[in-house]
């Protein structure tokens, strides 16, 4: 496994959003944005609603992959994480708020009454594992 540089942690640490695809079995991939938190121990966590596509197949096979990359108008540099996922119906409340505090204003009520919508339902944590780490990186 290669591992992460300090400009791909520095990536990962900026709020962007990730793309993450998650294995389908026969099914074709379908790559959606979410955001995401990149922990110290270099496990990749987000949260999702429990009756998500995502967890029922995280559920048959949990194996996924985020990519970040940087944005248009930055140098080329994109970084890809794959692994096996845990599923944690602990703590995806308080990721939430962490992750909300991270890519909005929270001052805005609107948006802190999104998120108090997203925490009114039933979430659960995704942690990814990854153990294929792929990049690129222009200069």
Known sequence: MSTL?????VLLRRPLYGFLTVAGG????????????Y?????IQLFTDARSVKVRRLRRD???????TAPV????????????????????????????????DLQDPVRAQEL????SIELLRLV????TIGRYAMG
């Open 5 to 9: 540089t300090r400009e791909d942690i």
């Open 26 to 37: 026969p099914d074709p991939a379908q790559p959606r944005p979410v955001w995401y938190e």
């Open 39 to 43: 922990t110290d121990d270099g496990m």
């Open 62 to 68: 949990a194996r996924a992959s985020l990519v970040v």
């Open 73 to 104: 108008g930055e140098r080329e540099h994109w970084v890809s994480l794959a692994g096996s996922v845990d599923i944690h119906p602990d703590g995806a409340a308080e990721l939430a708020a962490r992750l909300a505090a991270r890519y909005w």
């Open 116 to 119: 108090a919508a997203m925490q």
């Open 128 to 131: 990814i594992h990854p153990d």
